[in-house]
DNA sequence: GCTTGGAGAATGGTATAACCAATTCTTGCC
DNA sequence: GGCAAGAATTGGTTATACCATTCTCCAAGC
C-alpha cells in the first residue's frame, strides 16, 4: 500500500466550489452589483486560472439558483432580485424528504398566522391596499384566477408582515402547493373562501393581531381539511412515466440495490 | 434581414435545464433511489444523447445543491436526507437581498414562537429528551461550544414542532447568525440565556403552548437587543479582500457600469 | 442628417477528445 | 485464505472547435 497523504482529505477541493466561493465574496463585497454585467466567460476563465468547462458549471450552479441570468449572444448578468432563489432547492427537499401537501399545510399553519398578526401590528397604509386589492380580485376578477389571488393575497399578508426571508420562503410553498389548492375551490363556493380572507383582512386593517392570527389559522384549517377531501376524491395520482428512454437505465443502475456501495 | 424563426424562444431550451428536470422526475417516480447509485457521467451522457460537459454542468448543480454526492473512482449517489440543500441558496438570498441580521433575527421572532407553541402541543417524550439535553450541554459543557448548543436547543425545538419544512429554513437561518450570535454571548454571563432557555423548556415539558410562545418572544427580544449592543460596540466590520486576484477585474468588468447594458 | 443593412466581432451553448487522480475490481502469487 | 500488484472504472479538469444568437459599428442609400 502506497503511503498515505497527509493533508486531510476531509474539505473538498472542487473548482466549482472554490468559483462559487469567489463569487459569493464578489458580491459580499460590492465588487459585483445587482444588475451588473460579468466579465465574458472566457475572460473569466483567465482570470481565475481554469477551464472554460468549469466555469461553466459554477455559473450554471448560480443561474439554476436565480443568481445570475446569462443570455447568448449578449453577456452574463446579476440578477437584482432573488426571486426565485429557494425555488429549486425546495422543490427537491420535498421530492428528498418525502414531504407530503398535508406537512406542507402544517408549515403554513405554524408560520402564517404568526405572520398575519405581525401585519396587523405593522402593515402600512399601502400595505393594506394592496392586500384589499388581491381581495377585490378574488371577487370580481377572472374565476380561472382564483387560486392565483387567494395565493398573492396571503403573499400580500407576508409583504405587510415586512419580512422578506419568510416572504421568499413561503412564496415557495405556495408554489408547490397552488395546483393542490385549486383541487379544493371545486369543492365550495368562491364565497366561503372570500368571507375567510375578507376577516382576515378586516382583522389587519382594524389592527387588531390577535384576530388576525385566529383568522388566518381558521382559515388555514380550513383549507387544510379541504384540501383532505379533495385529495381522498381523486385517490390515485396520475403518474407519468415520459421519460421512456430511461426505464432501461433505472432498471440496471438507477436505483438502491446496486453494486459498489460504499462501505 | 433574415426570416425570423416561428418557433417562440421564450421557453428556454437550455439542456442543462432538461436534464435537471429528467432528474427531477426520476427522483419523483422512485426510478432513483435515495442512496442509490447512478450510472457513471459517461454512460448517462449517452443515454440522454448530450455531451458529458453538459450533463455533468446539470450534475454539479444538484450536487452543490445537495441532491447527490459524487465521489471520483467511486461514483455518484442520490442523498438520503437533504441536510444543507437550502444553504447555499440562502446565503445567495441574504447576498442580493441585502438582508441584515436584523431582518434575520425578525424572521426568528416571526417564526420561533410559533413553533415552540407548537412544540409545547405534540412533543413526544423523546423530544423533551432531546431539548433538555441540549439544555444541559449548555450548562456543562465546553463554553466554546455554548453558542452551538443555543442553536442546537432551538432546532431540536423545531423537531419537536414536527415539521420538516420549517426546521430546514431556520436551520440555514441559524448558521447564517451563528457568529453574530456569538458576539452576544460576551455581554452577558451564561446564566442568562440559559435562564431563558430554562424557561421555554418548562413550559413546552408543561404541554403549555401559549406560555413557549411568550418564553420563546422574550429571549428572542433579549437577544435581539443584545445583538444590536454589540454591533453597536465594534461599529466597523472587518472586511475580507481575500481575493486579490479580483480587484483588477472588478475595476474593469464585474460593475454594473460597464457597456453593453440591456435596452 | 437620419435611417437602414450588413459584415464582423463577441458571447453563451454544446460536443469531442484527452489526460489525471482516486477508487474499486480483478488477478495471480504466496 | 490472504494479500499485493495491476487493470479497469469513475469523477475532475483542461483544451479546442464549432454553432446560433446578439451586439457593435460603419458605410451605403434616402
Chains 1, 2 share one sequence.
Do not use: W
Not at 445587482?34 to 450552479?61: I, Y
Not at 439558483?65 to 449572444?73: L, P, T
Amino acid at each position: 500500500m502506497r503511503a498515505v497523504p497527509a493533508r486531510a482529505a476531509s474539505a473538498k477541493d472542487d473548482v466549482t466550489v472554490k468559483l462559487i466561493g469567489i463569487f459569493k465574496k464578489l458580491i459580499a463585497e460590492g465588487a459585483l452589483l445587482p444588475g451588473g454585467r460579468l466579465p465574458a466567460e472566457r475572460e473569466l476563465a483567465e482570470t481565475f486560472g481554469v477551464s472554460r468547462s468549469s466555469l461553466r458549471q459554477a455559473l450554471k450552479v448560480l443561474e439554476i439558483m436565480g443568481v445570475i441570468s446569462q443570455r447568448v449572444g449578449d453577456g452574463t448578468y446579476l440578477n437584482s432580485g432573488a426571486q426565485r432563489i429557494l425555488g429549486e432547492p425546495m422543490e427537491f427537499l420535498i421530492l428528498l424528504d418525502g414531504i407530503s401537501f398535508h406537512e406542507l399545510m402544517e408549515a403554513r399553519l405554524i408560520v402564517e398566522p404568526a405572520l398575519a398578526a405581525r401585519a396587523a401590528d405593522r402593515a402600512s397604509d399601502e400595505d393594506i391596499a394592496d392586500i384589499r386589492r388581491e381581495l377585490i380580485a378574488m371577487q370580481t376578477g377572472d374565476p380561472s384566477r382564483l387560486t392565483a389571488h387567494d395565493l398573492l393575497f396571503h403573499q400580500a399578508i407576508f409583504r405587510a408582515a415586512g419580512n422578506r426571508v419568510c416572504g421568499q420562503m413561503f412564496a415557495v410553498v405556495h408554489r408547490s402547493l397552488e395546483n393542490m389548492i385549486r383541487l379544493t375551490s371545486q369543492l365550495v363556493t368562491p364565497d366561503h373562501t372570500l368571507n375567510l380572507h375578507r376577516r382576515i383582512f378586516e382583522a389587519i386593517r382594524k389592527r387588531k393581531p390577535e384576530d388576525a392570527r385566529r383568522r388566518m389559522e381558521e382559515h388555514l384549517l380550513d383549507a387544510k381539511s379541504l384540501l383532505v377531501r379533495a385529495m381522498k376524491d381523486r385517490e390515485q395520482t396520475d403518474r407519468q412515466t415520459q421519460i421512456a428512454v430511461l426505464s432501461k437505465a433505472s432498471r440496471r443502475g438507477l436505483t438502491a440495490r446496486s453494486g459498489r456501495k460504499r462501505v
